[in-house]
């Protein structure tokens, strides 16, 4: 079930809120948790059996290591069997066939795949298990002793599918006992609104433009390059999207999600990038990996390999295919190269990093969306003009009358301008109305310009649910 479908926005959230406020404050978890398992189960039933053995593995496991706490090589054992145990299936079912199809590549070997669908969202809640029995060894949480309550926080609908990965310790208090005002309701209401905006309005306008570059014959160069910045304003629509109208239904429900991204676009590094750009997972990463591993205080060649290492890691978080590893890689090198020299040349150089940065993010998601390096390749050439293409033709000309005024748009969007905007006019003297009428006004009207874009049939994926 889509966040932007018809079934979702006047069935099923409806019901879900009308019941949650209907009960008791104890028992909401528990009607939290029943909707958020049929929204899962309304598109992959099957997979429901893998999330409740993983919750309950990862509760049973979570107790038994705050019980053994004491004994320290005990409660290694138990974390060892919940990572193995969380990351088994993740690895099965994203990953077996990646390393069964290299395998017969190296050997030569015809090798069977196994071919079995990934379930949406399991990199989500995996990485969320995972912190979970992590911070519990650690001593950071108390394990949690209601399984309901557990089981709410990993299958919790608004960010079970595409995040923000949130941690337990940011909700253990608002599971036992949470606020609900009309303000934080409405307040979730604009923020699920924005969000949703940005996935129909933009997200799938520019993702109409990116699907007709891929089934055209007739390329140029200047269609490459709008297909480039139509992927990469995508990508950014579309997960921060997510993310907003995720923060948006947390704030109905009285949950408080962290903020996942911060206007990665206009950062100056590619290390200040990374503190804007899916920061969820970014902090997950350098928090239960990066740190372990002995962080930034070991040696130079020690530090350069757990970036490697945590670089390919978020790579293969995001796909099973050697693309996503060189474009973990490929981050990870800038990172290296901005330590022991770009970053010092950029320092007094701001207006460069903001060219560079941007830059690096457009060659980063020709890779990523490729569906091979030899593509990625010849897509990275055909923006330099090589391969042959023509400049420009007629096709290209008309897409480029057609949707310039959304790609240009969409890049205004990536920017502080919009919200620096709304926040002036709130600041004015007029500020009283904007907050109670206006701002009400827009949120329901962007609800149903989306709602006559729903009904009308567009384009509507979401390319976060396939990791």
């Not at 039933?45 to 309950?56: G, N, T």
């Not at 474009?327 to 950029?346: C, N, Q």
Request: charge should be positive; charged fraction near 15%.
């Amino acid at each position: 079930m889509l966040f932007s479908s018809i079934t979702f926005l006047y069935y099923f959230l409806p019901c879900v809120l009308i019941l949650y406020f209907a009960v008791p404050g104890k028992w909401r978890n528990g009607v939290l948790l029943a909707g958020s398992l049929f929204f899962y189960g309304w598109g992959e039933p099957r997979y429901l059996i893998f999330m409740a053995v993983s919750i309950v593995q990862g509760y049973v496991l979570g107790r038994l290591i705050e019980k053994y706490r004491e004994r320290k090589r005990t409660a290694r054992v138990f974390l060892a069997v919940s990572a193995v145990f969380s990351l088994g299936i993740l690895g099965v079912f994203k990953y077996a066939d990646f390393f069964l199809e290299n395998l017969g590549r190296l050997t030569g070997l015809s090798i069977p795949l196994l071919k079995l669908t990934l379930p949406i969202g399991i990199s989500f809640y995996t990485f969320q298990m995972l912190s979970y029995v992590i911070d519990v060894y650690r001593q950071t949480v108390p394990a949690q002793k209601s399984l309901i309550d557990l089981a709410a926080y990993i299958a919790m609908f608004p960010q079970l599918i595409a995040g923000p990965i949130v941690r337990y310790s940011d909700l253990r208090e608002e599971l036992k006992e949470r606020r609900h005002s009309l303000d934080g309701a409405a307040e979730g209401i604009r923020r699920f609104a924005v969000g949703l905006s940005k996935k129909i309005l933009l997200a799938n306008t520019l993702g109409e433009l990116v699907q007709i570059y891929k089934d055209t014959g007739e390329k140029s160069v200047v269609f490459v390059w709008m297909y480039v910045l139509a992927f990469t304003l995508q990508i950014y629509f579309d997960f921060s999207g997510y993310s907003d109208m995720a923060i948006g239904l947390g704030k109905i429900f009285g949950f408080h999600f962290p903020e996942n991204f911060r206007y990665p676009y206009i950062a100056a590094s590619i290390r200040d990038f990374w503190r804007r750009w899916h920061i969820s997972l970014s902090t997950w990463f350098r928090d239960y990996l990066y740190i372990p591993l002995g962080g930034n205080r070991v040696s130079r060649g020690r530090w350069i390999f757990n970036i490697l290492v945590v670089w390919m890691a978020t790579g293969l978080w995001h796909g099973a295919a050697w693309n996503f590893v060189v474009w973990g890689l490929f981050w990870g090198l800038l990172l290296i190269l901005e330590r022991f020299w770009l970053g010092k040349f950029l320092e007094n150089r701001k207006w460069l990093g903001h060219l560079y940065v941007p830059a690096a993010v457009l060659l980063s998601f020709v890779v990523f969306d490729a569906a091979s390096l030899g593509e990625a390749f010849r897509t990275m050439g055909s923006l330099l003009g090589l391969g042959g293409l023509p400049a420009a033709d007629p096709v290209s000309l008309y897409y480029l009358r057609s949707y310039g005024p959304v790609l240009l748009l969409a890049a205004v969007g990536t920017t502080p301008l919009p919200a620096m905007a709304v926040e002036k006019l709130s600041a004015s003297a007029a500020g009283g109305f904007v907050e109670r009428a206006v701002k009400p006004v827009a949120a329901v009207l962007l609800l149903l310009v989306c709602t006559a874009f729903l009904v009308d049939g567009s384009f509507n994926p979401f390319l976060y649910f396939r990791f």
